[in-house]
Structure formats: C-alpha cells, structure tokens
C-alpha cells in the first residue's frame, strides 16, 4: 500500500527558502517530487535512490533544489532555496524513475503542498 503526505508549503518571497517534508510508505526504491502550476502539466523536479541517497533533479530546480532522506524515517525532504515566481506550484511526493532527462512518476498521489512564491 502506497502512501504519501506531503506538507511544509507557503508563502515565500522571491530569492527566499522553504523546506518541503514528505512522509511516505511502500516505496523502497526511488522517490521524487513532482510540481503542477495552475494550468500547466506535473512536471518532475528531482527522483532520488533510497538505497544510497543521489539525486537526479529537472534543470530549472538544479543547484536550488536538494533533497534528502530523513535517517531512520521514511521521510524525504526537499529544500528550496532562491526560490522563483515560476516556482509556485502544487508539490508532491511519489515512486519515481529517470529515463534520459526526464523524470517519471508512478502516478500515485497524495494530496500536496502549495507552495507561493509572490511579493
């Protein structure tokens, strides 16, 4: 049984940080996050191997976004730093794999996080 919860969004000036939580079950593999912004597709923003902690992240999150497995927890956190406008979306946490450049989901969701980057 896959099961995940996200939580941490908010508000957020440009330039800011914000630290994003996932709790997660059933997954033993790879885990990733994924962002959808109002009227656009989900788009994958880093897929990370539980087995030995490297990441695979999307180009426009890469140097910005890291993210890091709780020791002794399922629990992954994403942090956001020099945040951006285009950052703003619905953020969520699934089982993921990479295939080239592009990160892929196992398209089962939790409910989000919304995170706002506005001034």
């Known amino acids: 049984q896959f099961q995940f919860v996200e939580s941490g969004g908010g508000l957020v000036q440009p330039g800011g940080s914000l630290r994003l939580s996932c709790a997660f079950s059933?997954?033993?593999?790879?885990i990733g996050w994924f962002r959808q912004a109002p009227g656009k597709e989900r788009q994958g923003v880093s897929c990370?191997?539980?087995?030995?902690?490297?990441?695979f992240y999307a180009d426009d999150v890469k140097g910005r976004f890291t993210a890091s497995k709780v020791s002794a927890e399922n629990t992954m956190r994403l942090e956001m730093s020099s945040l951006k406008f285009e950052d703003s979306a619905v953020y969520y946490c699934?089982?993921?794999?990479?295939?080239?450049?592009?990160?892929?989901?196992?398209?089962?969701w939790g409910k989000g996080t919304t995170v706002t980057v506005s001034s």
């Open positions: 699934s089982g993921c794999w990479v295939a080239g450049k592009d990160i892929h989901s196992m398209n089962y």
């Open positions: 059933g997954i033993d593999s790879n």
């Open positions: 990370m191997s539980l087995k030995d902690g490297s990441a």
